[in-house]
T-cell receptor, first 113, second 113 residues
Framework: LAKTTQPISMDSYEGQEVNITCSHNNIATNDYITWYQQFPSQGPRFIIQGYKTKVTNEVASLFIPADRKSSTLSLPRVSLSDTAVYYCLVGDSRGSTLGRLYFGRGTQLTVWP | DSGVTQTPKHLITATGQRVTLRCSPRSGDLSVYWYQQSLDQGLQFLIQYYNGEERAKGNILERFSAQQFPDLHSELNLSSLELGDSALYFC????????????FGPGTRLLVL
């Protein structure tokens, strides 16, 4: 599985846009990039998944450059409730080995008033 | 609410004891995954079941075992408990076997005294 590297922590203020970048230099051709969000004492929650270019849903956007060696999760106009740990995961695409997920340490995002 | 339920929410027990954690997947999901989250190890994949069959093993100790029943609910059995087994245990489920979005339950917090 491709190893991912993301910042340990980030700080932001309410209303700002937050971009969290994840590096995955060894991403395989069939790998997808998935982001999860976790609040304290809760299970991780799926945010967004993409393969290339840009994906947008109601909560976030995911930007993936052409070489796919990194990806950026963009959270528009964050609020206090976006304070959480964000995990970037790469690998185990459809049709490959197994569906287990490998979580790194994630990025602790703290949003201040 | 992810649709995945876990019981109990909290469990306090003593070293050497045995406990059983229960998980009910989302309706229609055939795969169940178990994860352990501790402060020093982060979120670790333990084991996966698909439609009653074991499909993948991660960092699961020999003292731990799991099974998935015909109604698709799953149980994680932890025996000969040690202080270091204190952690949050999450169950997740997905529709199929591989590479699909996993939906996490609220977790069971285990404290071994």
């Amino acid at each position: 599985l491709a190893k991912t590297t993301q910042p340990i922590s980030m700080d932001s203020y309410e209303g700002q846009e937050v971009n969290i970048t994840c590096s995955h230099n060894n991403i395989a051709t069939n790998d997808y990039i998935t982001w999860y969000q976790q609040f304290p004492s809760q299970g991780p929650r799926f945010i967004i998944q993409g393969y290339k270019t840009k994906v947008t849903n109601e909560v976030a956007s995911l930007f993936i450059p052409a070489d796919r060696k990194s990806s950026t999760l963009s959270l528009p106009r964050v609020s206090l409730s976006d304070t959480a740990v964000y995990y970037c995961l790469v690998g185990d695409s459809r049709g490959s080995t197994l569906g287990r997920l490998y979580f790194g340490r994630g990025t602790q995002l703290t949003v201040w008033p | 609410d992810s649709g995945v339920t876990q019981t109990p929410k909290h469990l306090i027990t003593a070293t050497g004891q045995r406990v059983t954690l229960r998980c009910s997947p989302r309706s229609g999901d055939l795969s169940v995954y178990w994860y352990q989250q501790s402060l020093d190890q982060g979120l670790q994949f333990l084991i996966q079941y698909y439609n009653g069959e074991e499909r993948a093993k991660g960092n699961i100790l020999e003292r731990f075992s799991a099974q998935q029943f015909p109604d698709l609910h799953s149980e994680l059995n932890l025996s000969s408990l040690e202080l270091g087994d204190s952690a949050l245990y999450f169950c997740a489920s997905s529709r199929g076997l591989e590479g699909e979005t996993q939906y996490f339950g609220p977790g069971t917090r285990l404290l071994v005294l």
